[in-house]
Nanobody, 122 residues
Framework: QLQLVESGGGLVQPGGSLRLSCAAS??????VGWFRQAPGKEREKISC???????????DYADSVKDRFSISRDTAENTVYLQINSAKPEDTATYYC??????????????WGQGTQVTVSS
């Protein structure tokens, strides 16, 4: 079982940027997704980065974040990043990373981080 550690959350002004990190030993062998959940709302899958047998695939994004968020991976650091640009107040949520063997879909994610809070406000 992976121990996912997220970091990088905080307060950002509308239009600002923030980078979230998700690190774990062995993460290079897993596909990694980013999710978020705002109070009173369902959890939303916002991006996923597939990695299988050493090959990395293009990431996918939810329409709500497309062209503003980007996911990347540093295999030397066993870390996956979520870059948030042009932040909007509706991006305020707790952000989670999760990992699974195989491609991003189909299937459930097995391991989850503890979450990091992102607040977009002036």
């Amino acid at each position: 079982q992976l121990q996912l550690v997220e970091s990088g959350g905080g307060l950002v002004q509308p239009g600002g940027s923030l980078r979230l990190s998700c690190a774990a030993s062995g993460l290079n062998d897993y596909s990694v997704g980013w999710f978020r959940q705002a109070p009173g709302k369902e959890r939303e899958k916002i991006s996923c980065h597939s990695r299988l047998w050493g090959r990395t695939y293009d990431a996918d994004y939810a329409d709500s974040v497309k062209d503003r968020f980007s996911i990347s991976r540093d295999t030397a650091e066993n870390t996956v990043y979520l870059q948030i640009n042009s932040a909007k107040p509706e991006d305020t949520a707790t952000y989670y990373c999760a990992a699974r063997r195989g491609l991003c879909s189909p299937g459930e994610f097995d391991d989850w981080g503890q979450g990091t809070q992102v607040t977009v406000s002036s």
